[in-house]
């Protein structure tokens, strides 16, 4: 397995024959492989990575929020797509929310931000029920430990602390397990979370139904969170369910693509690719200055018609047919020029009436798994925004989404607020398969970031020949709005030549500079299946705190 093309950027590729786990913390992928060695499931490990990360990365993921899955394997019959997000409580209607002095929008934090039921626990649920293997509530012993016991803070942990501080102390609750006795928690010290192990057993003992949604957790939750102002109710929590669904897929270069449709921006991340299928990538040369435009020109084509259309298709007809073909990607590729940056790029399609468009945020947790028997596993978990909501629900320990903050109250938009509505997603995990068979993991957190991270990972390993932790190291780009700024811009990591720069302003890329491993730019992992060697081979991202494992 030779990677000549790539430069060689730092720590290696990981290769394993039997298993193999990549997440963005180190213990969490330790108790993702703890349960292949078990003979445990790709899922089984899956779970049990996601469990770990609830509490080891508490920023970017809980129980509180919600999950999406893709699982492929010998016998799947194709790739399997497990919904589990929550929808809109029912009392989370547009009037709810002016009642509450919500006149233009649905504050970012606090209380009235967590109005979506969470649907990470359920999604696990399914997930075991189809495929797992070993007994439910084996997967949750090491969640359970770290929560009790404690684990030491992390690097990107004690950043995100320092960054949020402000607002943690402004939820009691939340303030005293995250900054215990007024203090900033520092890299290597131990934090501790006794009611989030509490909750986690009640998991594990009871199931997700009783531990979580239909017993006494759901009841303290909401209990807390109404009291406080959010629309949730218990009843909420017992009639969710998460849901099989089927995925999207599009072509690129002999490869299928495989991504999960709306209420997720998976479609995108598919546009994306099938306008750069016209071009001849590989001919820029990668780390160009074309390289750059070019990826950054078909991000604002397709992020025009994802603005336009995505929300709950329950509640929207959204176009995918024509959206996702390779006519529209055609007609849409004009737009592109290597000259000249485009501005204000209108949406090929139109929903229909203005509206005011909104910019997404967030962070996430992706992680993916493999296992012997080739199950393949691509997952992704989020709870938005770093801490969410930032309000842990009373003393449950669980620090609540606040995703539904992203619905509109404009009357007008498509993604407005509705009772049982699902909210516009930014997360998004990636599979891309080979003559029917999966051949690559793939996704990254970041919101925006995304698709383009995605992007970069594809075009890196297809049409520049990358191993894949090359692919995830190579210096990245953030076509859009960031953390706390108020215009679009083109981020570039500094390790990107001042003249790759320089030629992007020329032709009018709105460039703006970064650190040289830029956690913004999101945490990326991926596990490629090199099926005729028998190996897998995983990265992971050195600009978060993860590791990709395998045996």
């Known amino acids: 397995m030779s990677h000549a093309n790539g430069p060689r950027t730092g720590r290696p590729p990981v290769l394993a024959s039997r298993g193999m786990v990549s997440s963005p913390h180190y213990l969490a992928s330790a108790s993702g492989l703890e349960a292949l060695r078990r003979g445990g499931s790709a899922v089984d490990a899956a779970?049990?990575?996601?469990?770990?990360?609830?509490?080891?990365?508490?920023?970017?993921?809980?129980?509180?929020?919600?999950?999406?899955?893709?699982?492929?394997?010998?016998?799947?019959?194709g790739v399997q797509a497990l919904h589990a997000s929550g929808p809109a409580a029912q009392g989370a209607t547009?009037?709810?929310?002016?009642?509450?002095?919500?006149?233009?929008?649905?504050?970012?934090?606090?209380?009235?931000?967590?109005?979506?039921?969470?649907?990470?626990?359920?999604?696990?649920?399914?997930?075991?029920?189809?495929?797992g293997r070993l007994p439910w509530a084996d997967l949750f012993a090491d969640a359970i430990h770290y929560a009790r016991d404690g684990m030491a803070v992390t690097r990107s942990l004690a950043d995100w602390l320092k960054t949020d501080e402000p607002i943690l102390q402004q939820f009691p609750e939340t303030a005293r397990i995250y900054l215990p006795e007024g203090r900033l928690l520092r890299e290597?010290?131990?934090?501790?979370?006794?009611?989030?192990?509490?909750?986690?057993?009640?998991?594990?003992?009871?199931?997700?139904?009783?531990?979580?949604?239909?017993?006494?957790?759901?009841?303290?939750?909401?209990?807390?969170?109404?009291?406080?102002?959010?629309?949730?109710?218990?009843?909420?929590?017992?009639?969710y369910q998460a849901q099989w669904t089927t995925p999207i897929s599009t072509t690129y270069r002999g490869y299928d693509v495989v991504q999960h449709g709306p209420n997720t921006q998976g479609f995108a991340a598919l546009m994306i690719l099938n306008l750069l299928e016209g071009f001849d990538v590989s001919a820029w040369g990668e780390g160009s200055a074309d390289y750059y435009h070019h990826l950054a020109e078909a991000i604002k084509v397709a992020f025009a018609d994802r603005d336009e259309w995505l929300t709950d298709p329950a509640f929207v007809n959204i176009p995918l047919d024509t959206l996702l073909s390779k006519k529209y990607a055609d007609e849409r590729r004009k737009l592109i020029t290597a000259a000249r940056a485009l501005t204000d790029v209108a949406p090929g399609l139109r929903y229909g009436e203005?509206?005011?468009?909104?910019?997404?945020?967030?962070?996430?947790?992706?992680?993916?798994?493999?296992?012997?028997?080739?199950?393949?596993?691509?997952?992704i978990q989020s709870i938005y925004h770093d801490f969410g909501s930032a309000v842990v629900a009373g003393d449950t320990g669980v620090l609540m989404q606040n995703r539904g903050s992203f619905f509109s109250l404009d009357d007008r938009h498509p993604n407005r607020l509705e009772p049982g509505k699902h909210t516009?997603?930014?997360?998004?995990?990636?599979?891309?398969?080979?003559?029917?068979?999966?051949?690559?993991?793939?996704?990254?957190?970041?919101?925006?970031?995304?698709?383009q991270t995605q992007a970069a990972m594809i075009t890196r390993l297809i049409d520049y020949g990358f191993d894949v932790q090359q692919a995830i190291e190579a210096p990245r780009w953030l076509m859009g709005r960031t953390w706390?700024?108020?215009?679009?811009?083109?981020?570039?990591?500094?390790?990107?030549?001042?003249?790759?720069?320089?030629?992007?302003?020329l032709r009018g890329q709105p460039v703006q500079m970064t650190a040289q491993w830029?956690?913004?730019?999101?945490?990326?992992?991926?596990?490629?299946?090199?099926?005729?060697?028998?190996?897998?081979?995983?990265?992971?991202?050195?600009?978060?705190?993860?590791?990709?494992?395998?045996?």
């Open 47 to 77: 779970i049990a990575t996601n469990a770990t990360l609830c509490v080891v990365y508490p920023h970017m993921a809980g129980v509180g929020g919600d999950g999406f899955w893709l699982i492929a394997g010998p016998d799947t019959d």
């Open 518 to 551: 830029e956690s913004t730019m999101g945490h990326a992992q991926a596990i490629r299946i090199d099926h005729e060697g028998g190996f897998f081979e995983g990265g992971a991202d050195p600009r978060g705190d993860g590791a990709a494992v395998g045996y």
């Open 424 to 451: 516009f997603h930014t997360i998004i995990p990636a599979m891309l398969l080979k003559d029917g068979k999966p051949v690559l993991a793939y996704g990254a957190m970041g919101g925006e970031g995304q698709p």
């Open 94 to 131: 547009r009037e709810y929310f002016r009642e509450q002095g919500c006149t233009d929008r649905i504050p970012d934090r606090g209380p009235l931000a967590a109005l979506t039921i969470p649907g990470a626990v359920d999604g696990w649920r399914l997930a075991h029920e189809r495929h």
């Open 484 to 505: 706390g700024t108020a215009s679009s811009n083109l981020w570039l990591e500094s390790r990107i030549s001042d003249e790759t720069a320089r030629e992007l302003r």
């Open 188 to 239: 290597g010290e131990r934090l501790v979370q006794p009611e989030l192990a509490h909750t986690l057993e009640q998991i594990a003992t009871l199931g997700a139904r009783a531990g979580f949604y239909e017993g006494e957790t759901a009841r303290r939750i909401c209990a807390a969170m109404s009291a406080a102002g959010s629309p949730l109710r218990a009843e909420d929590f017992a009639g």
């Open 354 to 379: 203005e509206f005011d468009h909104q910019t997404p945020g967030g962070d996430t947790v992706y992680f993916c798994a493999t296992d012997a028997d080739g199950l393949v596993v691509s997952n």
